[in-house]
């Protein structure tokens, strides 16, 4: 009885190690060399296991604010699995306030902005997805973009009482 017991507690916490895991369900930082391209979108690998889940998509940009001095930067997703299925939304990372302000932190000499972009997005499918960014500016090439970081993590949920 007593092995019984703990052959129980021990697949217990082993599953609560196993569901708990990191609270980013993809997390990654691409930096850029140059000017980024219009029709050059920066693309992530997402492995998604647990399709259906409600997540939500955030990037952080670091941005030279000498070099590119806009009020937002606006971003096309284009989504796409392994199966062919595609989908897109657009999105817009807010530099500056109403008065001008530049929100976000200040690293390095950058201005970091990290915000959501999307709630409550869900995969369809079990998979590989490619997740391509691009800039949707009017221009061929914008410069003082220096990184761009993807994270997407569990929409969290508050149910009242």
């Known amino acids: 009885m007593k ?3 703990i052959a129980i507690l021990v697949a217990v916490v082993a599953f609560q190690f ?4 990191s609270k980013y369900t993809f997390d990654e930082t691409r930096a850029f060399t140059g000017a980024w391209n219009r029709f050059k979108p920066i693309q992530f690998t997402v492995d998604v296991q ?9 990037l952080a940009v670091a941005v030279d604010t000498a070099r590119y001095r806009y009020s937002s930067l606006p ?4 989504i796409e699995t392994d199966a062919g299925e595609r989908r897109f939304f657009p999105a817009t990372v807010l530099l500056q ?3 001008g302000v530049w929100k976000g932190e200040w690293k390095d000499g950058l201005l970091v902005v990290d915000q959501r972009v999307r709630d409550c997005f869900s995969f369809n499918r079990k998979g590989t997805h490619s997740v391509k960014v691009g800039q949707a500016t009017h221009y ?5 973009i220096r990184s761009l970081r993807l994270y997407i993590v569990p929409t969290a949920t508050d149910y009242p009482e």
């Open 3 to 5: 092995k019984i017991a």
């Open 18 to 21: 196993a569901s708990c895991g």
């Open 50 to 58: 647990q399709p259906g889940e409600d997540c939500d998509f955030h």
């Open 75 to 78: 971003v096309i997703f284009n």
């Open 97 to 99: 306030d109403k008065q």
């Open 140 to 144: 061929y090439d914008i410069e003082g």
